[in-house]
């Protein structure tokens, strides 16, 4: 068995036919692909929602700038993470099917995001003075276990050291101004950060970066900053 990265493994991302391949959802959350017949031996892949980590390791893949190649190598990429297997074995299977399982990986982060083609989108924004985010499952990081996130209006030093690692503009350095958002904010480890389950980490940047989309809600058009 196979043992999750390191405190320091963490760290170092912030610096065919339809027989071939069978999906079952389970009980559990997790989605099953049993592989008929196998690829390089492995009969079936596990799937479940992706931590922190793993999307920045697949947003990494796709660069400075977006190209459909990319952003399917990235896909390619989440997949193996999660599954625990090589790109090789995800480019052997049939593409519906992975087609399947990006959609089942990557739909953890989309259903938590806020949605900006809501028209009533900046009215949902949550405002409120403080959020708490519960973990039934201890988050390691750092030496220490988290089970809960308290949350808050970011303060202006915050919001700065947020903008000056996002700028890179690439979905990469996006992801990273908002983990270094989240970190200033709730006082946990980078790591514990990196172990979080997608889901969660969108629930809290989503939170955070409301603050600076609400104050477009009123007053004369001014440029985003």
């Not at 977006?66 to 049939?94: K, T």
């Not at 101004?177 to 969108?202: N, T």
């Amino acid at each position: 068995m196979t043992h999750g990265p390191s405190d320091s493994d963490l760290m170092v991302v912030l610096d065919s036919s339809p027989n071939d391949c069978e999906i079952v959802r389970e009980k559990s959350g997790e989605m099953l692909i049993r592989l008929d017949p196998p690829i390089n031996g492995e009969t079936h892949l596990t799937l479940k929602e992706p931590t922190v980590y793993q999307v920045k390791q697949a947003a990494d893949v796709i660069g400075q700038r977006a190209s459909s190649e990319s952003v399917y190598d990235s896909q390619i990429s989440l997949v193996s993470l999660v599954a625990g297997c090589s790109s090789e074995l995800v480019n052997q299977m049939p593409t519906r099917k992975l087609d399947e399982a990006v959609a089942y990986v990557c739909s953890f982060e989309d259903n938590a995001r806020r949605d900006m083609m809501d028209p009533d989108a900046l009215d949902k924004i949550d405002l409120s003075l403080e959020k708490i985010i519960v973990f039934p499952k201890q988050i390691e990081g750092g030496g220490r276990s988290f089970s809960e996130m308290k949350l808050r209006e970011p303060e202006v030093k915050e919001r700065r050291r947020f903008k000056a690692a996002e700028s890179g503009g690439s979905m990469s350095s996006i992801m990273r101004g908002e983990i270094q958002l989240v970190q200033d904010v709730s006082g946990w480890h980078p790591a514990a950060i990196m172990r979080m389950p997608i889901s969660k980490f969108a629930e809290a940047s989503d939170y955070l970066t409301g603050f600076f989309l609400g104050g477009q809600k009123t007053g004369k058009a001014s440029p985003s900053i």
